[in-house]
């Protein structure tokens, strides 16, 4: 039987960044469904530690600790599940149903306006089957980013002001549908069923940056823990990790 979802929300004034402080509280044994909110970060982060700066109040900035039943391998699958809770989210706050660009970016016509970054907390029990998770959301509600960001916010994409924690509670209620799910094989069969289909990634043509090299192909599938399918030249090649850019079709 899944245990109750009760999430416990902690607001902050600023952070540093939502995620870093959730993990060393977590270390320490903060139990799942504690959630950190910031008005500001002043080191929030996205992959490859780029840095983002909202004004305050202008984003929802947030972690949530979970505790899934799953093996490392599988660590990608929470951050599907928080892109789901998201995306459906947004669905019900502004009627209009954003895509998904793998492996954690939230899009308004092509546009990001949210992004999910995962981290792995350290275990002090090794044998355990249980992974500690800190998923982080970063969703521009008013502010749009930068104007080399080329992002968006929900205001600009849909028209509406979203208020922020009114929003965090939709956030966490879509979460609560979807983390039960990541403890047992059928549940994260169900998980990545609806993420392929909102998934704008598949069927594209894509360029796939890695640290040293970029590779470019179709993507076409998703495997069982996430991982993205892309076919390279006949070949299909597997990724975990990697900045994704979805490539115009030439004519």
Known sequence: MAEPWNPTIHHFESLGSTNTSLVADATNGAPAGTVYVADFQTAGRGRRDRTWEAPPKSSLLCSVLLRPTISLAEAHLATIAMALAAQTAVERATTKAPLLKWPNDLLFDG????????????????????????????????????????????EKATGRIIERDAFLHLLLEELGNRQSLLNNQSGRTTLLAEYKGVLSTLGREVRVELAD???????STIGASGELGVEVDGELLWFHAGDVVHLRPTT
């Open 213 to 219: 090299t970029s590779l470019v192909g179709q993507a």
């Open 111 to 154: 546009a990001k306006f949210g992004g999910i970054l995962a981290e792995v907390v350290p275990q002090s029990s090794p044998g355990s089957q249980q992974v500690a998770l800190v998923v982080g959301i970063g969703i521009n509600l008013t502010f749009s980013g930068p104007p080399e960001s080329e992002a968006t916010s929900l």
